[in-house]
T-cell receptor, first 117, second 113 residues
């Protein structure tokens, strides 16, 4: 079974600084997708960034980028120039490409990010 | 231009009194999911529909049922809510499985008195 581990229950960062959230996963699949979702307090969960395992290039979305290390099964999220609006719970998630009975999106337990002014 | 809408946003019910939560989508996605999320935890998948095909997670209690009368709407019925069912219930949609991003609604916060 696939597992996703976020080892940092909480993180904090100063506004305008950079922070990196860690995520590791375990799978026997060779092709899959990885996601970072953001869930602000009392607001809906939205996709931050998505990485396809067969692509070596790290995904980037504006101030958000990932460091995808396939051999190490590591998928960290870097937030540059942190803003107050980045404060949220961040979930790392995994989904195998093959689908079938393994279609389920597997979430980590989340990292609560605080941004200090 | 809301894409996944959940009603109500807050629901209070009494112990044992049936309750229905609603989800609708404007994305015309094939798959609709229901998740239960308790405080400071990851969402837990309860079940999903691919079109009209219903798939229940093995550990979803029988107390939870779902209906999908058409592509746009999906309902979560809790037949006899217990105190342990108090949670945020999230609806999500995706075009298909595995390769497709899931889009979440804002959730319904259920309180059981």
């Amino acid at each position: 079974a696939q597992t996703v581990t976020q080892s940092q229950p909480e993180m904090s960062v100063q506004e305008a600084e950079t922070v990196t959230l860690s995520c590791t996963y375990d799978t026997s699949e060779s092709d899959y997708y990885l996601f970072w979702y953001k869930q602000p307090p009392s607001r809906q969960m939205i996709l931050v960034i998505r990485q396809e395992a067969y692509k070596q290039q790290n995904a980037t979305e504006n101030r958000f980028s990932v460091n995808f290390q396939k051999a190490a099964k590591s998928f960290s999220l870097k937030i540059s120039d942190s803003q107050l609006g980045d404060a949220a719970m961040y979930f790392c998630a995994y989904n195998p490409r093959s689908g079938g009975s393994n279609y389920k999106l597997t979430f980590g337990k989340g990292t609560l990010l605080t941004v200090n002014p | 231009d809301a894409m996944v809408i959940q009603n109500p946003r807050y629901q209070v019910t009494q112990f044992g009194k049936p309750v229905t939560l609603s989800c609708s989508q404007t994305l015309n996605h094939n798959v609709m999911y229901w998740y239960q999320q308790k405080s400071s935890q990851a969402p837990k998948l309860l079940f999903h529909y691919y079109d009209k095909d219903f798939n229940n997670e093995a550990d979803t209690p029988d107390n939870f049922q779902s209906r999908r009368p058409n592509t746009s709407f999906c309902f979560l019925d809790i037949r006899s809510p217990g105190l342990g069912d108090a949670a945020m219930y999230l609806c999500a949609t995706s075009r298909g499985f595995s390769t497709d991003t899931q889009y979440f609604g804002p959730g319904t916060r259920l309180t059981v008195l």
